[in-house]
């Protein structure tokens, strides 16, 4: 996992010893080693701090900050295709002293700049200083695995990997920003750019930030963006040779994120999208995989017997933990100090729990995060275009009707779950007929409405990525319009 956080500070009142206060809150995120940079400069106090979790080159070469000529580099993820990009880099003349891809990265960009950065194939958050250029750049993956936080007052600038880190600044004025309370209400988390706090933010995934030192300036502009690639035109090919192709992308992409000297497993559910991982790995292995389920007593909940029956079909090193009442109850009290802001998913429970069970066997854990973004696995997909594509004249009579009704006065539905709510839903979809404005409302845990009654504030509604939609051409149908903005939020901001 690797943690990282520091300062660019123009003020000059953070030093050292902040620095390794802000590093020791994420102890938790790198326990096999740490390191700090730490300079006093004529522009400003910079403060680079890394927490190790070796997963390649085990050995102290591998040791951050990472400094390079000119150039320290604090990283947290992984660069999967990291060995050809070092043979590129040799046939141009570098050398290296490591096995690690901290240390490719680094030459990377001392070789191509910023445009290194589309050469890598991973899961990335790093922080980079060019001393030549008085510039510091904050860059991270293009589907957002790694997360990235700044925070940018009074001439301080503050990052890390948690935004703990930044409490641990005595210069960091710890706001709430009430509006992101409003964002959290409906949506049960914090779409990004957006955080609780004021002047308090989550890089995008596939942007750079780049902080001037000489200017006193920082700016932020996406060098990926999924948008893009769902806009080009649609290729027009045979079922059976995009199925292969499909298989050959997914056996890549598994098998370079099994690219680690540590031990790695898969958390399994027994759904497809775990299942497909745990399988293609499997079969191209003699060695058992070795794969982890949380299971419950209430059968309602419960899948790790489906999960059991994947294992034993592929054959794979299996094992189940059967979770109590109190364990997962347990759970909860550490949900703040893990999250640092309001969440609100359930699933983090189970998540929790198998991590904590998968720890005890291997240092790397495999998911199926992304299956239901990209292959419309979420019902929310079907729904959208079902309510929106009924003929008009029943929309225009449903829509027409249901709006002059109030549903709370409406008798035998006052007991009935969430209905009020599920009701006003309906009536914004049938006005609209926008199946991704209909995604939009059906992922709302609470109506503009409610949050109007909920609140004794008036709140600023913000544009957040599920307003995408003109940015998306026709090249696009409804489904492939609702996939391409579920990939820029519910996958980054609540799976991820």
Same mark, same amino acid.
């Given at each position: 996992?690797?943690g990282i956080?520091?300062?660019?500070?123009?003020?000059?009142?953070?030093?050292?010893?902040? #620095?390794? &206060?802000?590093?020791k809150?994420?102890?938790?995120r790198?326990p096999?080693d740490?390191?700090?940079?730490?300079?006093?400069?004529?522009?400003?106090?910079i403060?680079?701090?890394?927490?190790? #979790?070796?997963?390649?080159?085990?050995?102290?070469l591998?040791?951050?900050?990472? @400094?390079?000529?000119h150039?320290?580099?604090?990283?947290?993820?992984?660069?999967?295709?990291?060995?050809?990009?070092?043979?590129d880099?040799?046939?141009?003349?570098?050398s290296?002293?490591?096995?690690?891809? $901290?240390e490719?990265?680094?030459?990377?960009?001392?070789?191509?700049?910023?445009?290194?950065?589309?050469?890598?194939?991973?899961?990335?958050?790093?922080?980079?200083?060019?001393?030549?250029?008085?510039?510091?750049?904050l860059?991270?993956?293009?589907?957002?695995?790694?997360?990235?936080?700044?925070?940018?007052?009074?001439?301080?600038?503050?990052?890390?990997?948690?935004?703990k880190?930044?409490? /641990?600044?005595?210069?960091?004025?710890?706001? #709430?920003?009430?509006d992101s309370?409003?964002?959290?209400? /409906?949506? &049960? =988390?914090?779409?990004?750019p957006?955080?609780?706090?004021?002047?308090?933010?989550k890089?995008?995934?596939g942007?750079?930030?780049?902080?001037?030192l000489?200017?006193?300036?920082?700016k932020?502009?996406?060098?990926?963006?999924?948008?893009?690639?769902?806009?080009?035109?649609?290729?027009?090919?045979?079922?059976?040779?995009?199925?292969?192709?499909?298989?050959?992308?997914?056996k890549?992409?598994?098998?370079?994120?099994?690219?680690?000297?540590?031990?790695?497993?898969?958390?399994?559910?027994g759904?497809?999208d775990?299942?497909?991982?745990?399988?293609?790995?499997q079969s191209?292995?003699? /060695?058992? #995989?070795?794969?982890f389920?949380?299971?419950?007593?209430?059968?309602k909940?419960?899948?790790?017997?489906?999960?059991?029956a994947?294992? @034993?079909?592929?054959?794979?090193?299996?094992?189940?933990?059967?979770? $109590?009442?109190?364990?997962?109850?347990?759970?909860?009290?550490?949900?703040?100090?893990? =999250?640092?802001?309001?969440?609100?998913?359930?699933s983090?429970i189970?998540?929790?729990?198998?991590? *904590?069970?998968?720890?005890?066997?291997?240092?790397?854990?495999?998911?199926?995060?992304?299956?239901?973004?990209?292959?419309a696995g979420?019902?929310?997909f079907?729904?959208?275009?079902k309510?929106?594509?009924?003929?008009?004249?029943? *929309?225009?009579?449903?829509?027409?009707?249901?709006?002059?009704?109030?549903?709370?006065?409406?008798?035998?539905?006052r007991?009935?779950f969430?209905?009020? $709510?599920?009701?006003?839903?309906?009536?914004?979809i049938?006005?609209?007929?926008?199946?991704?404005?209909?995604?939009?409302?059906?992922?709302?845990?609470?109506s503009?409405?409610?949050?109007?009654?909920?609140l004794?504030?008036?709140?600023?509604?913000?544009r957040?990525?599920?307003?995408?939609?003109?940015?998306?051409?026709?090249?696009?149908?409804?489904?492939? *319009?609702?996939?391409?903005?579920?990939?820029?939020?519910?996958?980054?901001?609540?799976?991820?």
């Amino acid at each position: 996992m690797c943690g990282i956080t520091g300062f660019c500070d123009f003020t000059t009142k953070s030093d050292s010893s902040i #620095l390794k &206060s802000m590093l020791k809150v994420i102890s938790h995120r790198g326990p096999d080693d740490e390191g700090i940079f730490f300079e006093a400069g004529p522009l400003a106090n910079i403060g680079l701090g890394h927490k190790r #979790l070796s997963i390649l080159d085990l050995s102290p070469l591998g040791h951050q900050p990472y @400094q390079y000529k000119h150039l320290s580099l604090i990283y947290n993820g992984e660069v999967y295709n990291f060995k050809e990009i070092r043979s590129d880099l040799i046939k141009l003349g570098y050398s290296f002293l490591s096995n690690s891809d $901290t240390e490719v990265i680094i030459k990377a960009y001392d070789a191509w700049g910023l445009g290194c950065v589309d050469n890598f194939i991973g899961m990335f958050s790093f922080a980079l200083l060019d001393a030549d250029k008085q510039k510091l750049f904050l860059i991270r993956d293009r589907a957002g695995v790694k997360p990235m936080y700044y925070y940018w007052k009074h001439d301080l600038f503050l990052f890390g990997s948690e935004l703990k880190s930044f409490h /641990q600044n005595s210069h960091f004025e710890k706001e #709430l920003d009430y509006d992101s309370v409003a964002l959290y209400l /409906q949506y &049960s =988390y914090i779409p990004a750019p957006y955080t609780i706090f004021k002047n308090t933010f989550k890089l995008r995934p596939g942007h750079i930030l780049e902080v001037d030192l000489v200017k006193k300036e920082i700016k932020d502009y996406p060098y990926w963006n999924v948008i893009d690639y769902y806009n080009k035109p649609k290729l027009n090919l045979p079922y059976n040779e995009v199925k292969g192709e499909l298989e050959k992308i997914l056996k890549s992409a598994c098998e370079y994120r099994m690219v680690a000297d540590v031990p790695v497993g898969v958390f399994l559910s027994g759904g497809y999208d775990s299942s497909a991982v745990a399988a293609l790995l499997q079969s191209e292995r003699t /060695q058992r #995989l070795k794969t982890f389920t949380i299971g419950f007593e209430e059968q309602k909940y419960n899948e790790a017997p489906f999960a059991k029956a994947i294992a @034993q079909h592929l054959g794979t090193d299996h094992t189940e933990y059967y979770c $109590t009442h109190r364990e997962a109850f347990g759970i909860i009290p550490k949900l703040p100090e893990i =999250y640092d802001e309001p969440f609100g998913d359930n699933s983090i429970i189970p998540t929790t729990l198998v991590s *904590q069970l998968a720890i005890k066997y291997v240092k790397v854990a495999l998911s199926g995060d992304g299956g239901d973004e990209i292959f419309a696995g979420y019902p929310k997909f079907g729904m959208s275009l079902k309510y929106t594509h009924l003929p008009n004249w029943v *929309q225009s009579m449903f829509s027409s009707g249901m709006s002059l009704v109030n549903p709370d006065l409406i008798p035998g539905t006052r007991n009935s779950f969430n209905f009020s $709510t599920r009701y006003r839903k309906m009536q914004e979809i049938w006005k609209n007929h926008d199946p991704a404005g209909a995604m939009k409302i059906i992922s709302q845990f609470h109506s503009d409405f409610e949050l109007t009654r909920l609140l004794k504030y008036s709140y600023k509604k913000r544009r957040s990525d599920f307003d995408l939609s003109p940015e998306i051409n026709s090249n696009n149908d409804s489904l492939n *319009q609702m996939l391409a903005i579920d990939y820029r939020t519910f996958l980054v901001d609540n799976n991820l």
